[in-house]
């Protein structure tokens, strides 16, 4: 049996929280759970993981090169229409990369959140 049961909180670095709060509210639906403060913010998903976003005093990202040499990233988030949200994204200027079928894994797309932040977008398991 499993010691772990679930991930709690993610933390992930900005040089200007209130600029990377509106883009998680606006472009992913976050909700914010308390005032803004200079140097953080707590956003929740709805399955009850919080995003704390911490100010950083230089630009800094959690993307990390794979011995391959493909850029990672360190959070994959499920969407309920990946096709909606991409179009949002991509009319929004986010840099988006082409979404990938990749089978019996499902859908999902790259984006970059405004400090650099990698993230996976993921539509979740494909229907049978």
């Given at each position: 049996?499993?010691?772990?049961?679930?991930?709690?909180?993610?933390?992930?670095?900005?040089?200007?929280?209130?600029?990377?709060?509106?883009?998680?509210v606006e472009t992913l639906g976050l909700e914010l759970m308390g005032p803004v403060h200079?140097?953080?913010?707590?956003?929740?998903?709805?399955?009850?993981?919080?995003?704390?976003?911490?100010?950083?005093?230089?630009?800094?990202?959690?993307?990390?090169?794979?011995?391959?040499?493909?850029?990672?990233?360190?959070?994959?988030?499920?969407?309920?229409?990946?096709?909606?949200?991409?179009?949002?994204?991509?009319?929004?200027?986010?840099?988006?990369?082409?979404?990938?079928?990749?089978?019996?894994?499902?859908?999902?797309?790259?984006?970059?959140?405004?400090?650099?932040?990698?993230?996976?977008?993921?539509?979740?398991?494909?229907?049978?």
């Amino acid at each position: 049996m499993s010691i772990v049961k679930e991930i709690n909180c993610i933390y992930l670095p900005t040089t200007n929280t209130e600029n990377a709060v509106k883009w998680y509210v606006e472009t992913l639906g976050l909700e914010l759970m308390g005032p803004v403060h200079e140097n953080q913010a707590q956003l929740r998903i709805p399955s009850g993981t919080s995003i704390f976003l911490i100010r950083t005093p230089k630009p800094t990202t959690l993307n990390y090169i794979e011995i391959g040499g493909t850029e990672q990233s360190v959070l994959t988030i499920e969407v309920y229409n990946i096709h909606n949200l991409f179009n949002k994204m991509k009319n929004n200027g986010t840099f988006v990369s082409p979404i990938e079928d990749n089978r019996s894994c499902g859908l999902n797309f790259y984006a970059y959140d405004p400090d650099g932040n990698k993230l996976d977008i993921w539509g979740g398991w494909p229907s049978k």
